[in-house]
């Protein structure tokens, strides 16, 4: 098994840019979750999604950001316009149903300059 | 709304030597998850130990083992026989009913050879 996969691992950006951050989740899981982790914040749920429908995004911090998972095999973290506030390590995770657990993928580190 | 607090933001112990991490938590779910997720400096989040609410006896991994008092809202971790490769960022997670995880501020386990 691959695990969650990201892409891409590292990210360096201007400020004023658009970013897309990917996520392809463990086969079979039916959720799937979007967390930025910083020093000051910790890590954040920014939004999650069950069978591909969008259930909670009160974490999303503002308009800037969308996600999207158009099939149950991918989905995309959009920043647009980025801001050097939104640097930060930004992890996807699947879970299989009511099972709990969580699988993290390797994360994206993000700077924006 | 859950709370999870971890007041040991580091710890360190001695290479074969055994550390207990502590962690309490609140909630208003009358069945939910508790969880020890790993991140070592590669920043990948690794689950260490999972323990069902609903039972009495304590979750056991190898040489991780956790001491799970319910009533007192405490959930420590055991980390026996100490490894050089223990050494991470260590946080205590719940989740509530609609698979949403609540972390902890963490804490950073150093392992002295």
């Known amino acids: 098994d691959a695990g969650v996969i990201q892409s891409p691992r590292h990210e360096v950006t201007e400020m004023g840019q658009e970013v897309t951050l990917r996520c392809k989740p463990i086969s079979g899981h039916d959720y799937l979750f979007w967390y930025r982790q910083t020093m000051m914040r910790g890590l954040e749920l920014l939004i999650y999604f069950n069978n591909n429908v969008p259930i909670d995004d009160s974490g999303m911090p503002e308009d800037r950001f969308s996600a999207k998972m158009p099939n149950a095999s991918f989905s995309t973290l959009k920043i647009q316009p980025s801001e050097p506030r939104d640097s930060a390590v930004y992890f996807c995770a699947s879970s299989a149903g009511r099972s709990y657990e969580q699988y993290f993928g390797p994360g994206t580190r993000l700077t924006v300059t | 709304a859950q709370t999870v607090t971890q007041s040991q933001p580091e710890m360190s112990v001695q290479e074969a030597e055994t550390v207990t991490l502590s962690c309490t938590y609140d909630?208003?779910?009358?069945?939910?998850?508790l969880f020890w997720y790993k991140q070592p400096p590669s920043r990948q989040m690794i689950l260490v130990i999972r323990?069902?609410?609903?039972?009495?006896q304590n979750a056991t991994e190898n040489r991780f083992s956790v001491n799970f008092q319910k009533a007192a809202k405490s959930f420590s971790l055991k980390i026996s026989d100490s490894q050089l490769g223990d050494a991470a960022m260590y946080f205590c997670?719940?989740?509530?009913?609609?698979?949403?995880?609540?972390f902890g501020g963490g804490t950073r386990l150093m392992v002295k050879p």
């Open positions: 323990q069902e609410a609903y039972k009495q």
């Open positions: 997670v719940t989740n509530n009913a609609g698979n949403m995880l609540t």
């Open positions: 909630t208003s779910e009358s069945d939910y998850y």
